[in-house]
């Protein structure tokens, strides 16, 4: 059964820093992995979707990153600014069946 | 852009009203799940559908039942509500030609009172 933890729980950053956030999963037998942030009270919105022949995906100030074999997804964010304030989800797919393994989430803070 | 719509955003039912949740896909995706999402308890997936009038119980299924009589419409069903069904119900699509990206509706935030 896949597992999926995200690392750190919660993050305060201020304006303008770059961050790495954390995903690692146990199934690497995965044909994707996707990011997504979520607002409060708000559904999720998709960010970057890596296929597993993928390394990395970039969207304007995010990049990210999938290594397979380590079972390892980072989301790097550039020149964080307020706005980028939500939690951050990593999905991975389950194993045996096609649904979404979510993460906690990473709750982002930028204080400007 | 695909569009995932459910038809609510905020509902207040009773104890024991039977409850009916929406959701709508636009791009003739096969794929389509409920889950709801907790704090502490994250996003469990509840049921979901790779066609129509196909079903697969997910990890929480008990209370629930789904509808899936066209391929656009999926519908999540809470035979006898209770308040431990209090939460946020999110729905989402997906296909082969999106690659298996999934696509999320804005969530129904449900109160059972």
């Known amino acids: 059964k896949q597992e999926v933890t995200q690392i750190p729980a919660a993050l305060s950053v201020p304006e303008g820093e770059n961050l790495v956030l954390n995903c690692s999963f146990t199934d690497s037998a995965i044909y994707n992995l996707q990011w997504f942030r979520q607002d409060p009270g708000k559904g999720l919105t998709s960010l970057l979707l890596?296929?597993?022949?993928?390394r990395e995906q970039t969207s304007g100030r995010l990049n990210a990153s999938l290594d397979k074999s380590s079972g390892r997804s980072t989301l790097y964010i550039a020149a964080s600014q307020p706005g980028d304030s939500a939690t951050y989800l990593c999905a991975a797919p389950d194993t045996g069946r096609r649904a979404l393994t979510f993460g906690s989430g990473t709750r982002l803070q930028v204080q400007p | 852009d695909v569009k995932v719509t459910q038809s609510s955003r905020y509902l207040v039912k009773r104890t024991g009203e039977k409850v009916f949740l929406e959701c709508v896909q636009d791009?003739?995706?096969?794929?389509m799940f409920w889950y709801r999402q907790d704090p502490g308890l994250g996003l469990r997936l509840i049921y979901f559908?790779?066609?129509?009038?196909?079903?697969e119980k997910g990890d929480i299924p008990e209370g629930y039942s789904v509808s899936r009589e066209k391929k656009e419409r999926f519908s999540l069903i809470l035979e006898s509500a209770s308040t431990n069904q209090t939460s946020m119900y999110l729905c989402?699509?997906?296909?082969?030609?999106?690659?298996?990206?999934?696509?999320f509706g804005s969530g129904t935030r449900l109160t059972v009172v």
């Open positions: 989402a699509s997906t296909s082969r030609q999106a690659n298996y990206g999934y696509t």
């Open positions: 791009m003739d995706h096969e794929n």
């Open positions: 890596i296929q597993s022949s993928q």
């Open positions: 559908s790779y066609d129509v009038k196909m079903k």
